[in-house]
């Protein structure tokens, strides 16, 4: 059974960093995209970075553009999302999500075949 695990998850002050860590099992991690979402209860779903499989592809929307870095290193089977310059507003549950692929990566959820659970972020002004 594929299993896919964020942690890192804390609360930080405004202006603060944090990092995510991804670990995924039993798939082979080469040949999917990771991306990372985050959401609040009831709202929707929006991707904040994304990586191909073999790393050479990232990308971020404007929101998350130049504070939030994606990386990933398929010998451990795992991605990171590192973060700065966080603010209340990326207060969010944040997943990691795995999706086949063979080049590049899509920030649309609907692209992902594996989610983990799910880690809190909470920024504090």
């Known amino acids: 059974q594929v299993k896919v695990v964020e942690s890192g998850g804390s609360s930080v002050q405004t202006g603060g960093s944090l990092t995510l860590s991804c670990t995924t099992s039993?798939?082979?991690?080469?040949?999917?995209?990771m991306g990372w979402f985050r959401k609040v209860e009831g709202g929707p779903r929006e991707g904040v970075a994304c990586?191909?499989?073999?790393?050479?592809?990232?990308s971020y929307p404007d929101s998350t553009r130049g504070r939030f870095t994606v990386s990933r290193d398929n010998a451990r089977n795992t991605t990171t999302l590192q973060m700065t310059n966080l603010n209340p507003e990326d207060t969010r549950t944040y997943y990691c999500?795995?999706?086949?692929?063979?080049?590049?990566?899509?920030?649309?959820?609907?692209?992902?075949?594996?989610w983990g659970q799910g880690t809190q972020v909470t920024v504090s002004s």
């Open positions: 999500a795995a999706g086949r692929r063979s080049v590049g990566c899509s920030r649309h959820h609907i692209e992902y075949n594996y």
């Open positions: 990586i191909g499989p073999t790393g050479d592809f990232t």
């Open positions: 039993k798939l082979r991690f080469d040949r999917y995209q």
